[in-house]
């Protein structure tokens, strides 16, 4: 598996490309600038199969209409992100945007791809992460020394330390990319980290 960070639009929200050997593809939170990933995608000859989205903020989903129109993959998004009443002021997608709901615990496969899901609600009632061999690409729920803000319509703080707490409670150890900012590792979130240290006091 290899894949390339691109830090997309106002928020620099961190969208992640991933590919096989055989240039089997899939973008994690498109957030911006589509021109610029389909560019990519078409001059590295990549075959993108499927957008998947860690929650639905437009600083995460910029991108997925304009690349929905060039290739027309579905789309991959938790089922409480679109219908949880809260979160319709962010939800700007409809199921005319190819979407295919995400219940959490589930196991994609993408070619050689092998991505399982994570339900972990609190920044929003939807949030998933996304793990890939030894990456956890964390949305918006974990950061490097923090988490996600719990203000927006929908989030919760007692939702996201519960998330957090499974997350921390994984075996091992795993490179997490985050939503925004820097990479970092799960070792590290569960030494440092006082929302995760938190969490796994409960």
């Known amino acids: 598996m290899e894949f390339k960070t691109f830090v997309l639009g106002q928020f620099q929200t961190n969208c992640y490309m ?23 995608i078409n ?29 027309g993959v579905p789309v991959y998004i938790h089922r409480e ?32 791809i092998v991505i399982k899901v994570m339900w ?21 729920t974990l950061f490097m020394g923090s988490c996600g803000r719990v203000d927006f319509p929908g989030g919760s703080f007692t939702k996201i330390l519960e998330s957090l707490k499974k997350l921390a409670e994984m075996e091992g150890n795993y490179r997490v990319y985050p939503g925004h900012g820097p990479e970092t590792t799960l070792a590290e979130e569960r030494r440092s980290n006082p929302y995760m240290r938190r969490a796994m006091m409960m």
């Open 81 to 112: 992100e679109i219908e949880n009443k809260d979160m319709a002021g962010f939800a700007s997608l409809t199921k005319e945007d190819g979407l295919t709901y995400l219940e959490g615990d589930e196991e994609l496969r993408f070619g050689d």
């Open 18 to 40: 991933i590919w096989d050997e055989n240039k089997n593809c899939v973008l994690i939170d498109p957030a911006a600038e589509a021109n610029n990933l389909i560019n990519y």
């Open 120 to 140: 972990t609600p609190g920044h929003t009632p939807g949030g998933v992460c996304f793990i890939a061999e030894d990456c956890i690409f964390a949305g918006d």
């Open 43 to 71: 001059k590295n000859e990549l075959k993108l199969a499927a957008i998947l989205l860690t929650h639905s903020h437009f600083d995460h989903t910029g991108a997925v209409k304009k690349l929905r129109a060039s290739f």
